[in-house]
């Protein structure tokens, strides 16, 4: 079934407690984004704010980080159901995938939208999940970046059984495309907080795709 996730990019655990709250008994999954500010310029709040606060969601935590080995013991620590980490920059994902392996939690590979599929053949077996990025990572609020439709499609007809997931630039006018194209679910930040009433916001793309 073809969902919504809402995802929380924040650098202090005050404004992440507040946009859980928020959510609260509105959605199921929650997408947390994790940056170090080395796999991209920015840095986001820690994972271990997630601990203290108790909310009761089915995490996919996305990591934008350079070495995601090491935020993979804190993601089972909250729970985390989905952890998924970029393949670009890392000398040797197999190394993370050995780590994952010691988890329950589903694993995942984000591709950055000039990654081009052949990227992860060798490791599509060991996934659950495939996320691609529909803009540049590391901001929200940027536009959507077309061609990555083209990747949806191709990955949507060679792998019809993996979790196809897309995220960035996703509101009122992307939406039904992303969708169209193949994916599973769809991962929209801005495109719900840059509202006065998110929780209206999500219910309205909802609706859009039922």
């Not at 960035?168 to 939406?175: E, F, K, L, N, S």
Request: charged share 25%; aromatic share 8%.
């Amino acid at each position: 079934m073809q969902h919504i996730i809402p995802a929380i990019l924040e650098t202090n655990a005050v404004d992440l407690a507040k946009k859980l709250k928020v959510l609260a008994k509105n959605t199921q999954w929650v997408h947390i984004d994790v940056m170090d500010g080395l796999f991209v310029q920015e840095t986001s709040v820690s994972l271990s704010a997630l601990e203290k606060l108790g909310e009761a969601f089915d995490y996919e935590i996305h990591l934008m980080v350079r070495d995601p080995a090491s935020y993979l013991a804190l993601c089972q620590a909250i729970l985390a159901k989905r952890v998924i980490f970029h393949i670009e920059g890392i000398k040797d994902p197999e190394l993370v995938f050995q780590e994952m392996q010691k988890y329950p939690f589903e694993r995942g590979i984000a591709l950055n939208p000039k990654t081009q599929v052949p990227a992860i053949k060798k490791w599509q077996r060991q996934i659950d999940a495939l996320l691609l990025m529909g803009v540049h990572p590391g901001r929200q609020g940027q536009e959507f970046i077309p061609m990555v439709l083209e990747k949806l499609r191709a990955l949507r007809m060679f792998s019809p059984d993996i979790l196809l997931g897309v995220d960035g630039g996703i509101g009122q006018d992307t939406i039904e495309k992303v969708f169209e194209a193949g994916a599973d679910y769809a991962v929209v930040g801005s495109g719900i907080w840059k509202h006065r009433d998110p929780v209206a916001a999500l219910r309205k793309l909802e609706a859009m795709v039922q």
